[in-house]
């Protein structure tokens, strides 16, 4: 079962400390209050792309803190935890499946959540269903669109979960919210799979894209320095037509 350490308030440690031990947490719902109302969208990035930088909420998922790289002593991969951890200003998750490497389990920061893997009937066929993927959407979109356009104002408003459709036009497919507004557009060479249709989407994630994310030939038609771009989570059925054949 997977723990959750938080880093919102303090808790009895006795004699023994772990990286986390000196805080505990109120829920995990804490973690993302009002997040996007000062850091709108997700921050996916390693330990090390993380250090000098700073974030009101962090999330430290569980895997590979026991690898040494060539030539790092064994004392290494607990400075990087401890720059992972140091990076939160607000709040700090430590999310982990079993044992972790640091973690000491049974404290008082731990809340425990089961989980129940669905049936193997209850999920999609393999290449219908779709994870939001940044390859996937043309991240500079919005980035090139005027002030005016109502498709930033429609972005603003968006939040993970919301419904979204998909409609194509001129060759593309057009990511629509459920008012029919443009909320994106897919990625040129994105296309769904063979035979099958839309039966869901939502948005998945909120991701902000910078005009120097961009190669330099293409920044000539960026018209701001950053916005955010809307992945969606899709699921897709075989056709009637498909299934027969």
Known sequence: MPCVQTR?????TG????????????????????????????????????????????VILNGGWQHLSKGEDGEAPRRLFYVAMTRARRSLAVVTQGAH??????????MLRKIEVPRR???????????????????SFAG????????????????????????????KWLILDAKGRVLGRMAGNWAPP???????????????WRKSDNEEQYRTYIKREDWETILPELVF?????ARNL
Do not use: N
Request: glycine content about 12%; overall charge negative.
């Open 144 to 171: 090139r669109l005027p002030e005016t356009s109502p498709t930033l104002a429609a972005i603003a408003g968006a939040e993970v979960e919301d419904p979204v459709t998909l409609s194509p036009r001129e060759g």
């Open 194 to 208: 063979e035979g099958t249709s839309l039966v869901s989407g939502k948005v998945g994630a909120v991701v902000r």
């Open 101 to 110: 490497a640091f973690v000491e389990a049974d404290s008082d920061c731990e």
């Open 237 to 241: 059925r075989k056709t009637v037509a």
């Open 8 to 12: 919102d308030s303090p808790c009895g």
């Open 15 to 58: 004699q023994r400390q772990d990286p986390v031990g000196a805080y505990c947490g109120a829920g995990f719902g804490a973690l993302v209050s009002g997040i996007r109302s000062a850091q709108r969208g997700l921050l996916l990035l390693t330990a090390h792309r993380a250090k000098g930088l700073e974030f009101d909420h962090v």
């Open 121 to 139: 009937s209850d999920l999609p066929e393999p290449g219908q269903y779709q994870l939001p993927d940044m390859g996937a959407v043309d991240l």
